[in-house]
């Protein structure tokens, strides 16, 4: 019987407005609670996996904003798949998701990664062919360049912390069944940094980071297809303390368009003749990825045939070459006749003959070849 998967949100116990703050807070509360190191709820260890899949979902941007669109299904569409944890300790945990274990940062690594950005932009199919560049607008978290991120006002210095000594890390030990255990956690007076600042940056009240609003030129690839994302190394809210900053990735959105229906590299069209185009044969214009192009079409042209053109379709993404584009003919009926038409037309009905037809398949088999 198929698992029905809670929502993220109910898991977590947070509002679907709720900020990564929230989020956070959140996750640190259910893995304390439940985690199997310090529980011995028979069901512990299956809900603290599913509160840190619920976390590694709604604590980065691209993946909260998948899970929001589509739920569970988009994020198995878009590749996502959790981390499989082995419950080695509760700060194992805990440094995975924050770089840092249950009671704060580990000695030696005060810098945390920026987090990741998710940005969305629409292109034309036109554009999707050929590929284009887009400006992209961003908020983003930059650093102070009052405080140069360190997050004390100009002409301060952080505080060298007197209870740790600048480590960060205080130890504690304890004793059990198992024998002697040492703690490391973090200094409760400076959180971890080994420092305190008395005088926070005005600018950024002492995060080291201010909010921006920047515009990235993003180079769309020819070839690219609807849902994919673009990552931009580097380019997400900056670190915190020295820290590398996180991604910026740029979901693309194809727009549809009413020329073309896309199958994979390939593009499907119609293009209607006229009664008499079809019997007499013509050279008509159609519509195409590079514009409009003439083509002849036959004497006894059937509605539902298919003209192939090679190449000339859209771009194998990171490749080479370009799929086809089909066109599929239909033939237009007129909806009124004058009285000389009708009577031209009369008189061609009475000398038809069936040799004047070809025995051809079906309308519904041609339109289905069209697509295979």
Do not use: W
């Not at 310090?38 to 996996?49: I, L, N």
Request: glycine fraction near 12%; proline fraction near 5%.
């Amino acid at each position: 019987m198929a698992t029905v998967r809670r929502d993220y949100y109910e898991v977590l116990g947070v509002s679907r407005s709720a900020d990564e703050r929230e989020i956070k807070k959140a996750f640190r509360r259910l893995a304390r609670e439940l985690h199997p190191d310090v529980s011995d709820h028979p069901d512990a260890q299956e809900r603290f996996r599913e509160a840190a899949e619920a976390y590694e979902v709604l604590s980065k941007a691209e993946t909260r904003q998948l899970y929001d669109r589509f739920g569970h299904e988009g994020l198995q569409t878009g590749g996502f798949r959790p981390t499989d944890f082995d419950f080695g300790s509760l700060s194992d945990i805990f440094s995975v998701f924050f770089g840092e274990d249950l009671f704060g940062p580990a000695p030696g690594r005060r810098g945390g990664r920026g987090a990741d950005l998710l940005a969305e932009v629409e292109v034309e199919l036109t554009e999707a062919a050929s590929g284009v560049t887009k400006s992209v607008p961003f908020p983003v978290a930059v650093t102070c360049a009052t405080c140069d991120g360190g997050g004390a006002a100009p002409g301060t210095t952080p505080e060298h912390c007197a209870r740790c000594g600048g480590s960060g890390r205080l130890q504690s030990v304890s004793s059990s069944v198992f024998g002697q255990f040492i703690r490391s956690q973090a200094c409760p007076d400076c959180g971890g940094a080994g420092e305190i600042v008395r005088e926070p940056c005005p600018d950024c009240k002492g995060a080291g980071r201010v909010a921006e609003e920047r515009t990235l030129e993003v180079e769309i690839p020819p070839g690219i297809h609807d849902a994919q994302r673009i990552r931009l190394t580097g380019e997400g809210h900056a670190g915190v303390l020295g820290g590398r900053a996180g991604d910026a990735y740029v979901l693309v959105r194809v727009r549809s368009d009413e020329r073309f229906v896309r199958d994979g590299n390939d593009v499907v069209s119609t293009v209607n003749l006229t009664m008499t185009q079809a019997a007499l044969g013509a050279r008509v214009s159609v519509s195409t990825l590079d514009g409009e192009v003439e083509l002849e079409f036959q004497p006894g042209t059937q509605p539902g045939e298919t003209r192939v053109l090679r190449g000339k379709g859209m771009p194998v993404l990171q490749g080479f070459g370009r799929g086809d584009h089909r066109l599929l003919v239909g033939v237009a009926v007129p909806g009124s006749l004058s009285e000389e038409q009708r009577r031209l037309l009369t008189q061609f009905a009475a000398s038809e003959h069936p040799a004047n037809y070809k025995q051809d398949e079906g309308f519904f088999e041609k339109l289905r070849a069209a697509f295979r």
